[in-house]
C-alpha cells in the first residue's frame, strides 16, 4: 500500500516539479537551479520507477495470496465432504471459485493498493494546487471529478454492451468447443453445413457485438481526450491570463497543464476500484457459501472407542446386512444379482456406509457406530463412476505408494490390464492426464478394477466392474478373481503380500496400527461383486439374489440358474423369450 | 489412441495470411490508418499552442493573442475528439470483420479435415486450438493490433514534430532509446513462453481442482484427501514458481522503462535550458519539445506493452492456420458402387505406425443385408477392422471393397450414405434434441419419424418425459444426458442417417447389458434388409447375429454362424459355455 502510494505521489508531483524546473532554471538562465531541479525530476522517475514495481510485486502477491489459499480452502472443502459434495452443491458451482471467483476477488485484494495511491495522490494534487492558486485549484478539483463524472456515465452502457457480447463470445467458444469435440460425429455421419452455417451465423453476431462494444469504446475514448483536453485548455487559458498579470509564474503554467492530465487517471482507478471491490465481495460470498456445507455422513458421539483396538479384533469378520437378509463371510468371493441396477447401487452404498440406511454389522460392530474413517480403511465401494487423477500411472494406481511390484503385477494380472500397459511405451511411468481420457472406457474400467485391487481392504465391494469389457476379458478377469480367492492359492498371494509389506515398511518406515495388522493378521480380503453378468456370476463361491432390496435366494450362479427361474431371466434376460419366438 | 498433433504454420505462411487478409478490405484499413494520422496531428497541436501561450505570456502579449491560442488549443482538442472517435470505430470495423473471417474460416478447415485425421488425433488439441488459441488471437486483433498502430502513427508524428520544433532538443530522447531497446528484446525473448507457462501452471490447477470436484465421491472411497491436497499445493507452488519467474522478468523491464520515460523530459530540460540561455531555443520551443517528450512516453509505453501480446497471437494464429495444412486421405475413384452390395475385405493388411502391422492378411466377406458379428480380445485388431470396412482407412495392402469401389476412392458424402461407423465415443451437441437427431437426417425428415428413431433405440421413454420434449436444450449448457442417454442418441442419430451398411464398435457398450440387449433387438427390426457389422463385448450380440468372426492376433482366427462356432468346440465355444453356463467346468482360459 505504502508503495503504492509512492508511486501515485511521485507521479503527481511530477508536473510541480517540471514547472519548478522551467521557473528556476529556464526562464531565470540559472543553470546552477536548472541542475538541481532537473536531478530532482530524474529522483523523481527513479523513485516512481522503483516505487512501481514495488508495487506491483505486493499487489501480485496480494493477488496470488487470495487466488491460491481461496483454492486451498475449496480443496480442503471439497475433500472433508467427499461423496456428499456431488449431493449438495452443483460440481459447476465449485469449479466455478477455480475459474472466476478466485480472480475476483484477487482483483479486489490487488486494487486496495492502487486505490489508496489514488486517494492520497489527488489529495496531495489537490493541496499543491490550492497551495498555488485556489481559483485555478478549485476550477480543476471541480471540473476534473465533474467531467470524469461524466465520462462514466458512458460506462454503463458500455459495460451492458461488454456483458452482452462476453455471453455471445462464450457461446461461440462453447459451439467451436463442441464442433472439435463432436468432430467424429459432424465427419462421420454429416451435418457438417448446418455446422458451419450455424458458426458463421453466431460469429457475425458476435461481430455486431463487438461492434457495438466498439462505437461505445470510441466515445469513451473521444471523451478520454476531449475532457482532458479542454479542463487543460480552461486552465491553461485562465493560467496564462493570471501570468500574464503576474499572478503565477510560467513554471507554474507548465505545472498546472501537468495536473489537469494526470488527475485523469487516479479518477479512474477510484471508479474501478469501487467496481471491482463489488465484484470481490460476491465472489467471496459465493466462496463461504461452499464452505458452509456439512458432510451428509458423520460419525456417530463417542463411535467405536480407540480405532486401534475395534480394526485388529475385527480384521476377517462377517459382514452382514439384516435389512435385505445379506450375509457375506470374510474371505469370500460374494455376487449379488440385483433385479434393478438401482437396487445394486443402494445396496452397494449401505454396505461400504456411503449412506446410513439400514443396520449393516462389520462383525459385531455396527458400521453406522464405528468411526467413519476406519470403515473406509476396512471397505472399499468401487464404482464406474470413479475417477482417475493426474498422475503417473502407478501412483494412480496404487495410491498410498506401499505396494511391491510384485503385488502390482499380480492385480494387473487379475484385471487381465496386461495389454493397456504393453502399449504404452513408458509403462507404469506414463502420465495420466484428464484423468485418463486417452484411456478406452473399458481399459479405464479395468484400471480402475487394479487400482480397487491394490488398495487391499478387508472388505472390496466392486460394482459391475466388467461392463465395459469383452467377454474375452471379462472370462479372463472372472477366472483370476476366483483364482485368487481359492482357499489352495490364498497361502501363496500371502506370502507375496507378506514380502510386499515388508519392503514397504521398510522403505518408507511406516508405524501405523493398518501396516501391522497386514503383517500380523491373515488378510483374508472378501470381494462383494454386484453384477449379472454370467460369467462374473459363475466365478463367484457364492450368490445371492435380490428382488425389491431382499435377499430372495443363495446359492452358486449355477445351482440359482437351477433352481430361481427370476434369476435365470435377470442374468440371461431375453435369451429364453427368443428361443422360444 | 496417441493422440497425433496437428500441424503448425510456418512464420512466413502466417505473415503471408495477415497480408492478404489486410489486402481484402484495403479501404477500411485506409481509412483507419489516415483517420489515425489526422488525430494524432490534431493531438500535437497542443503541446506547441502551450509553447506558444508560454512564450506569449513573457512577451507579455495582448490578452486577444492568449484568447486566441486557448480557443485554438480548443479547437484542437475538438477535432483530435472527433477524429478519435471515427478512427477508433473504423479499426473497430476492421478488427473484427477479420477476425470473424479468421474463425470461420478456420471452422471450415476444421470441418473439412480428413476422416482419418479425425479418428486418430485426439479432440483435445482440436478443442484447445477453437477455445484457447482463437482467443489469443481475439485479443491480438481486436485489442493489441489496433493499439499498437495508433501507438506507432503517434510515435512517428511525434517524432516528426519534435524535430521539426527543435532538432537539438529531440536529441533528448534519442538517449533513452539504446536501454529501452536492450530491455525490450530481452524481455520479449523470454516472456511468451513464460507467460504460456504461466497459463499452463495456472490451468494445471483449476483442472486440478476440477479434478478433486469431480473425483470427490473416489476421494473418499480410496482415502485420498492427503493425496489430493498435497497434488493441489504441488500445482499451486507450481504456479508460483511461473508467476514468480514472469515477474522477475517484469522486475527488470517495469523501472527500467518507467525511468526511460521520464528521464528524457529532464534531459530535455537541461538541454533547453542550456540552449535557452545560449540563446539556440526559445522558451516556446523548450516548452514544446518538453511537453511532446511527455507524451511521446504513452504511446511508446503501450507499444512495449502490447509487443508480447501480438507475439502470442502470432503463434497462436500459425496454429489455427495449421489446420488446413493437414493433406486429404482420399481421392475420389471411377468406379461406383454395384449391386450386389457386398462388402469385401481381401487380404488386408493396416498398420498405425510404418512397419508395424495390426491387422496381417485378413480376408472377409460380408453379404448384404448380413448380421455380422465381431467378437475377440482387446488389442485384437477388431477396432482396426472396423474402421477398415468402414472406409476410415484404407489398407497398407489389399483393399476393402463395396461393391467392387474401394471405399477409400468413394468421395466422402457418397461413402456416408453407404458405410457409417459408430464408436462408443458419442457426443452430444449443444443445441436442442431435435437439432442433435437433424445433423444427419434432411430437413424434410419430420417429428414423427424422429420419434420413430428414438423408439427404435428405446429412448422414446426419456425423451417423452423431457420437459420441452424434442425442444429440450441439450449437451453443454442445456440438460446433461446420461452415458447411456448419449449413446441412444447416437444411434437414433445412425438410424437417421440410414446407410446402407452400419459398423457399430461397443455402440451399446455403456448401457446396462439387459437395457443394451434390448436395444439391439428392437434396432435389429428397424435395420431389416441393411448391413450391420457389430464389434461386441458381449456375447449375446454374437449369438444373435448370422455370423460371427473371432478376431485374435489381428487375424480372423474362427469365422461361421454362432452354432457352427460351438459345434466345432472352439475358443469361441469355450467363452459361451462359460458365459451361458449350461456346462460345468473350469473357467476358460482365453
Not at chain 1, 134 to 144: A, C, F, N, Q, Y
Amino acid at each position: 500500500m505504502f508503495f503504492g502510494i509512492m508511486w501515485m505521489v511521485s507521479q503527481a508531483v511530477l508536473p510541480a516539479a517540471v514547472g519548478r524546473t522551467i521557473d528556476a532554471g529556464v526562464t531565470t538562465k540559472n543553470s546552477a537551479e536548472l541542475i538541481r531541479w532537473a536531478l530532482v525530476v530524474v529522483g523523481l522517475a527513479l523513485a516512481k520507477a522503483a516505487s512501481g514495481i514495488l508495487r506491483h510485486r505486493n499487489a501480485l502477491s496480494n493477488f496470488l495470496a487470495a487466488a491460491y489459499t481461496t483454492v486451498q480452502v475449496i480443496t480442503r472443502k471439497t475433500v472433508a465432504l467427499g461423496a456428499t459434495l456431488p449431493k449438495r452443491v452443483a460440481a459447476g458451482d465449485v469449479v466455478a471459485v477455480g475459474t472466476s471467483d478466485i480472480n475476483e476477488i484477487g482483483h479486489a485484494l490487488d486494487i486496495t493498493a492502487r486505490l489508496t495511491g489514488a486517494i492520497v495522490a489527488i489529495g496531495t494534487v489537490a493541496a499543491i494546487m490550492l497551495a498555488e492558486s485556489v481559483p485555478l485549484g478549485l476550477i480543476v478539483l471541480i471540473g476534473v471529478p465533474v467531467l470524469t463524472g461524466l465520462t462514466g456515465l458512458l460506462l454503463k452502457p458500455l459495460h451492458d454492451r461488454q456483458r452482452t457480447y462476453r455471453v455471445l463470445q462464450g457461446e461461440l467458444t462453447g459451439r467451436a468447443v463442441d464442433i472439435a469435440a463432436g468432430l467424429r460425429v459432424l465427419r462421420g455421419i454429416g451435418g457438417e453445413p448446418a455446422f458451419a452455417g450455424r458458426y458463421r451465423r453466431e460469429s457475425q453476431e458476435l461481430r455486431h457485438a463487438a461492434f457495438a462494444v466498439t462505437r461505445v469504446e470510441s466515445g469513451l475514448a473521444a471523451a478520454e481526450i476531449m475532457l482532458p483536453g479542454l479542463i487543460t485548455a480552461g486552465v491553461t487559458f485562465v493560467a496564462a491570463r493570471f501570468a500574464l498579470d503576474g499572478h503565477l509564474t510560467i513554471g507554474q503554467l507548465v505545472a498546472f497543464y501537468g495536473y489537469a492530465t494526470f488527475l485523469a487517471a487516479p479518477l479512474r482507478t477510484l471508479m474501478e476500484g469501487a467496481d471491482l471491490i463489488t465484484r470481490g465481495h460476491v465472489a467471496a460470498r459465493r466462496v463461504v457459501r461452499i464452505l458452509n456445507v456439512e458432510p451428509g455422513i458423520r460419525d456417530v458421539e463417542g463411535a467405536g472407542g480407540t480405532e486401534g483396538a475395534v480394526l485388529v479384533s475385527g480384521r476377517g469378520s462377517t459382514l452382514v446386512d439384516e435389512e435385505s437378509g445379506l450375509e457375506v463371510e470374510a474371505g469370500e468371493l460374494f455376487a449379488v444379482a440385483c433385479a434393478e441396477p438401482a437396487e445394486a447401487d443402494l445396496l452397494a452404498e449401505r454396505l461400504a456406509r456411503f449412506e446410513d440406511s439400514g443396520r449393516p454389522m462389520l462383525g459385531d460392530v455396527p458400521l453406522r457406530e464405528m468411526p467413519l474413517r476406519q470403515v473406509r480403511e476396512r471397505i472399499l465401494l468401487a464404482r464406474n463412476s470413479d475417477k482417475f487423477f493426474n498422475g503417473g500411472l502407478r501412483s494412480e494406481l496404487d495410491p498410498t505408494g506401499r505396494r511391491a511390484d510384485e503385488e502390482i503385477r499380480t492385480a494387473i494380472r487379475v484385471a487381465s490390464a496386461q495389454d493397456i500397459l504393453d502399449a504404452l511405451p513408458e509403462g507404469l511411468d506414463t502420465e495420466m492426464t484428464d484423468g485418463g481420457r486417452e484411456f478406452s472406457g473399458g481399459q479405464l474400467q479395468r484400471l480402475r478394477l487394479v487400482r480397487a485391487l491394490l488398495a487391499r481392504r478387508e472388505v472390496t465391494v466392486l460394482v459391475e466392474p466388467t461392463s465395459a469389457v469383452d467377454a474375452h476379458t471379462e472370462a479372463r478377469i472372472a477366472a483370476r478373481l476366483a483364482e485368487s480367492h481359492a482357499p489352495a492359492t490364498r497361502g501363496a498371494a500371502l506370502v507375496a503380500v507378506h514380502a510386499g509389506t515388508v519392503v514397504a515398511m521398510k522403505v518408507s518406515s511406516l508405524s501405523s496400527h493398518v501396516a501391522a495388522v497386514g503383517i500380523e493378521a491373515e488378510p483374508q480380503t472378501t470381494t462383494i461383486l454386484f453384477t449379472t453378468s454370467p460369467l462374473l456370476l459363475d466365478s463367484a463361491h457364492r450368490v445371492a439374489y435380490v428382488e425389491d432390496g431382499r435377499v430372495v435366494a443363495v446359492g452358486t450362479h449355477r445351482e440359482l440358474l437351477a433352481s430361481e427361474p427370476r434369476y435365470a431371466a435377470v442374468v440371461t434376460r431375453g435369451e429364453d423369450i427368443e428361443e422360444a419366438a | 489412441m496417441t493422440a497425433r498433433i496437428l500441424p503448425v504454420a510456418d512464420s512466413r505462411q502466417v505473415r503471408r495470411y495477415v497480408r492478404e487478409l489486410i489486402a481484402r478490405h484495403p479501404r477500411t484499413f485506409a481509412t483507419t490508418i489516415a483517420l489515425y494520422t489526422l488525430a494524432a496531428v490534431a493531438g500535437l497541436a497542443g503541446p506547441r499552442l502551450l509553447g506558444d501561450i508560454v512564450q506569449a505570456v513573457q512577451q507579455h502579449a495582448t490578452i486577444g493573442h492568449i484568447n486566441a491560442l486557448a480557443g485554438a488549443l480548443a479547437a484542437f482538442v475538438l477535432l483530435q475528439t472527433t477524429l478519435t472517435r471515427y478512427a477508433y470505430v473504423s479499426a473497430g470495423r476492421f478488427g473484427t470483420i477479420i477476425l470473424a473471417e479468421l474463425r470461420e474460416e478456420f471452422v471450415e478447415k476444421v470441418l473439412a479435415l480428413p476422416l482419418s485425421t479425425v479418428e486418430n488425433a485426439g479432440s483435445g488439441d482440436l478443442v484447445t486450438r477453437a477455445s484457447r488459441d482463437v482467443d489469443a488471437l481475439r485479443r491480438s486483433a481486436q485489442m493489441a493490433a489496433p493499439e499498437t498502430l495508433v501507438a506507432i502513427v503517434t510515435i512517428a508524428l511525434t517524432v516528426i514534430a519534435t524535430v521539426l520544433v527543435s532538432p537539438l532538443l529531440f536529441l533528448s530522447v534519442l538517449i533513452v532509446i539504446p536501454p529501452l531497446f536492450a530491455v525490450t528484446r530481452w524481455y520479449l525473448r523470454r516472456a511468451t513462453d513464460g507467460y504460456l507457462r504461466e497459463n499452463a501452471a495456472a490451468a494445471r490447477y483449476v483442472d486440478g481442482l476440477g479434478a478433486t470436484v469431480a473425483g470427490a465421491a473416489t476421494i473418499e472411497a480410496f482415502g485420498l484427501q492427503q493425496r489430493r491436497i498435497e497434488s493441489a499445493d504441488d500445482e499451486l507452488a507450481g504456479s508460483y514458481r511461473a508467476e514468480r519467474y514472469t515477474l522477475s522478468l517484469r522486475t527488470v523491464l517495469w523501472p527500467v522503462q518507467e525511468f526511460c520515460y521520464v528521464v528524457p523530459v529532464a534531459g530535455a530540460l537541461l538541454l533547453g535550458g542550456y540552449a535557452y540561455t545560449r540563446g539556440w531555443a526559445s522558451l516556446a520551443q523548450v516548452t514544446a519539445v518538453t511537453l511532446y517528450i511527455q507524451q511521446l512516453m504513452i504511446p511508446l509505453e503501450v507499444l512495449l506493452d502490447w509487443l508480447d501480446t501480438l507475439q502470442v497471437g502470432g503463434a497462436s494464429l500459425a496454429r489455427l492456420l495449421g489446420v488446413a495444412q493437414v493433406p486429404p486421405d482420399r481421392t475420389a475413384g471411377a468406379r461406383a458402387v454395384a449391386d450386389p452390395r457386398e462388402l469385401a475385405g481381401t487380404d488386408v493388411r493396416f498398420a498405425y505406425v510404418g512397419g508395424h502391422d495390426v491387422l496381417h492378411g485378413v480376408d472377409l466377406t460380408v453379404r448384404p443385408g448380413e448380421r455380422f458379428a465381431m467378437v475377440g480380445p482387446s488389442g485384437a485388431g477388431k477396432s482396426t477392422l472396423g474402421r477398415l470396412l468402414a472406409g476410415i482407412h484404407g489398407p497398407r495392402t489389399g483393399t476393402v471393397a463395396l461393391g467392387g469401389a474401394p471405399l477409400i476412392e468413394l468421395p466422402l458424402d457418397e461413402l456416408r450414405g453407404e458405410v457409417v461407423l459408430l464408436t462408443q465415443d458419442h457426443h452430444v451437441f449443444a443445441g436442442t434434441l431435435r437439432d442433435n437427431l437433424h445433423l444427419a437426417a434432411p430437413d424434410e425428415v419430420d417429428d414423427e419419424a424422429l420419434w420413430q428413431a428414438l423408439d427404435a433405440v428405446d429412448a422414446g421413454g426419456w425423451a417423452a418425459a423431457l420437459p420441452e420434449g424434442l425442444d429440450t436444450p441439450v449437451g453443454s449448457g442445456g440438460l446433461a444426458l446420461s452415458a447411456p442417454q448419449a449413446q441412444q442418441l447416437a444411434l437414433a442419430r445412425l438410424l437417421l442417417a440410414d446407410p446402407k451398411v452400419l459398423v457399430l464398435d461397443e455402440a451399446t457398450s455403456l448401457l446396462d447389458p439387459r437395457a443394451a440387449r434390448h436395444l439391439e433387438r428392437s434396432l435389429s427390426a428397424v435395420l431389416e434388409g441393411r448391413t450391420v457389422i457389430a464389434i461386441a463385448h458381449r456375447l449375446h450380440t454374437a449369438h444373435d447375429a448370422d455370423r460371427v468372426a473371432v478376431v485374435e492376433d489381428g487375424r480372423i482366427a474362427e469365422l461361421g454362424s454362432h452354432r457352427e462356432l460351438i459345434d466345432a468346440n472352439g475358443a469361441y465355444a469355450r467363452l459361451w459355455d462359460s458365459w451361458h453356463g449350461e456346462t460345468a467346468g473350469t473357467p476358460p482360459h482365453v
